[in-house]
């Protein structure tokens, strides 16, 4: 592990190549760094790849096995390919479009899921520890104290991503991976998601797809723009919004496509 | 325009003509499906309820010379179904323990591996074993195990026809309520660490409990009533046994019995009854667990 990943970049994606179907390339050596403690927004119109990408980085592709993938994600300087892939998604937590809590477990339940599923065993107190925190981690402490014991699909679709975001946090990642956390949300639940996610900001590298070019201006540290599964530009995301260097990404920021 | 409009006005009244008329018609044709049912659990009830006390449950059939001496005295007939209550219960048992886990488990897997040859083979081979006729399973589980295991007929023989039977319903209802389970939850399950074996147990099952649970007691009311197969297995006792090796009544098959002894016709109809009842209450059960466990 050398010293300049340690601190600076938490993911490094190398030359990295997705496939569906085989020759059809929906992410196109891609190669790219996230920084600690940052939130990295990917944008781009529909189809170029983002979920794809993002979802490489905790390999949920290997769940599909006709989907092909080539070079490389470093974690901390390490390859995710050469770690468990248990270890791997404790380090990575995911974060999906639409709110999905385990429709059979109760809001605590939910929040520890991660241990339990994985048969991690510790004393009641401990969770309910882990379970308040998570919880005020995510401001929905107050709401759903209560109610910890009711099912969790009773909550709003505001509150049950913030409960997402609670069960992602529990396990206490390094990498939090957002695929467009709002847009299933109206905009006061949206504006509490971000200022959630600025707020996590401090304990969690988080990596943010979105459609919404306002949140990622708002809430992003750093950008990347993807174009037909190519990444076209990346950098800081105010340089990147007011003086784009390629011509495709000013299109997008100006609303010629997506 | 105007022609168009004052089309469609004249059109009104006709085609709300249609639509009442319509309405009877569809109304009719509930009323026609549902009176025979009702007549049925009416004659049932009328004919049945006399001979139902405390000693049908807890005594089996009476021999056909009691029978006898209660019907030519006007009396209700001694006994009751307590043997084929107890054989019914046995074979129901075993063959829910034979069919339930491996039904399961078969149509977790054809699920999960839908798009494979060898799972959609074993779909369609489900599919098939569902049309065989129910004779035909008691035939084979003649030869399987009256033949050869038990050497001659038993409660094991007439549990394997009944599971062979469970075996493709749990199969298919196990898939197509997996089938409803979003992918969002799996994926959500696998994004936290989970092991494949426990998204299995601690999510899949749960989230679709209630309809697992429906189409294993579907099966089992599907079962309960289930008569031909038993009487190439199970064979029927006069005693209540719990020996599996051994010949067991069973309640359809009692009922076969009492309707070829001309002394025990009110048997049954209260055999019948009861059968119904039991099989009608395992439906509502299956109701009632379908939709207060429901998550998708
Ligand atoms: N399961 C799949 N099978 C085959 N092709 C897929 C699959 N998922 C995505 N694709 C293709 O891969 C490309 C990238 O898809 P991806 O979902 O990564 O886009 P996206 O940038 O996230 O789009 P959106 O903003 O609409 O979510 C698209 O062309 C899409 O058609
Ligand atoms: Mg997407």
Redesign the pocket.
Same mark, same amino acid.
């Given at each position: 592990m050398n010293n300049t990943s340690q601190n600076d970049n938490v993911l490094e994606i190398k030359d990295l190549s997705i496939a !569906? @179907?085989p020759g059809k390339y929906?992410v196109n050596g891609v190669t790219a760094s996230v920084k600690r403690n940052s939130i990295t927004a990917i944008m *781009?119109p /529909? *189809?170029?790849?983002? /979920?794809?990408?993002l979802r490489a980085i905790n390999r949920m592709h290997e769940l !599909?096995p006709d989907i092909q993938t080539k070079g490389d994600i470093l974690l901390d300087g390490q390859s995710i390919f050469s770690m468990s892939v248990i270890e791997l998604r404790r380090k990575v937590g995911m974060v999906f479009q639409r709110p999905n809590p385990f429709p059979n477990m109760t809001i605590y339940e939910n929040v520890v899921a991660g241990f339990s599923l994985n048969d991690i065993r510790m004393k009641k107190s401990r969770r309910d520890e882990i379970v308040e925190n998570a919880l005020r981690n995510v401001t929905l402490w107050d709401e759903v104290k209560e109610s910890l014991y009711r099912k969790g699909t009773f909550l709003s679709g505001g509150q049950q991503q913030r409960l997402c975001v609670a069960r992602a946090i529990a396990f206490n990642p390094e990498v939090l991976l957002l695929d @467009?956390p709002t847009s299933a949300l109206d905009p006061i639940a949206t504006l509490k998601i971000e200022d959630l996610l600025g707020e996590l900001k401090k304990k969690y590298t988080m990596v943010l797809?979105t459609?919404n070019m306002s949140q990622a201006a708002r809430i992003s540290d750093d950008s990347m723009f993807?174009y037909l599964g190519e990444l076209v530009e990346s950098g800081r995301t105010g340089t990147l919004f007011t003086t784009p260097k390629d011509p495709r990404t000013e299109a997008y920021l100006t609303g010629k496509f997506g | 325009m105007t022609e168009i409009n004052t089309a469609l006005t004249d059109n009104i009244g006709r085609r709300n003509r249609t639509n009442v008329r319509f309405r009877y018609l569809v109304i009719a044709g509930a009323v026609i499906t549902v009176i025979p049912i009702f007549l049925i659990v009416g004659s049932l009830a009328i004919k049945g309820f006399r001979q139902i006390n405390l000693a049908f449950f807890t005594q089996p059939a009476p021999d056909t010379f009691q029978a006898m001496m209660a019907a030519s005295t006007g009396d209700i007939i001694p006994g009751g179904i307590a043997n084929g209550l107890t054989g019914s219960l046995l074979m129901v048992f075993l063959a829910s323990l034979f069919a339930i886990p491996p039904g399961l488990m078969t149509g977790i897997y054809i699920y999960e591996n839908s798009s494979q040859k060898y799972a959609r083979f074993i779909r369609s081979l489900a599919e098939i074993l569902q049309g065989v006729p129910s004779i035909i399973l008691g035939i084979i589980a003649y030869i399987w195990i009256v033949k050869n295991i038990t050497k001659g007929y038993s409660a094991l023989a007439g549990s394997v026809s009944l599971a062979i039977m469970m075996l493709p319903l749990i199969i298919r209802s196990t898939e197509e309520t997996m089938r409803m389970i979003p992918v969002s939850i799996r994926e959500a399950a696998f994004a936290l660490g989970t092991p494949y074996y426990k998204m299995i147990y601690k999510i899949l099952i749960p989230v679709s409990f209630s309809g697992l649970a429906t189409g294993v007691l579907l099966a089992l009311s599907r079962i309960l009533g289930e008569t031909a197969p038993l009487m190439l297995t199970a064979l029927g006792s006069p005693a209540i046994s719990f020996d599996i090796t051994k010949p067991v009544s069973a309640v359809p098959l009692l009922i076969w019995d009492f309707y070829n002894d001309p002394n025990m016709v009110s048997l049954v109809w209260s055999a019948s009854l009861f059968l119904m009842v039991f099989v009608l209450s395992m439906n509502l059960l299956a109701r009632s667990v379908a939709s207060k466990h429901k998550y998708i």
């Open positions: !569906y @179907e929906a *781009g /529909s *189809g170029c790849g983002k /979920s794809t990408l !599909y @467009e797809v459609h993807m | -």
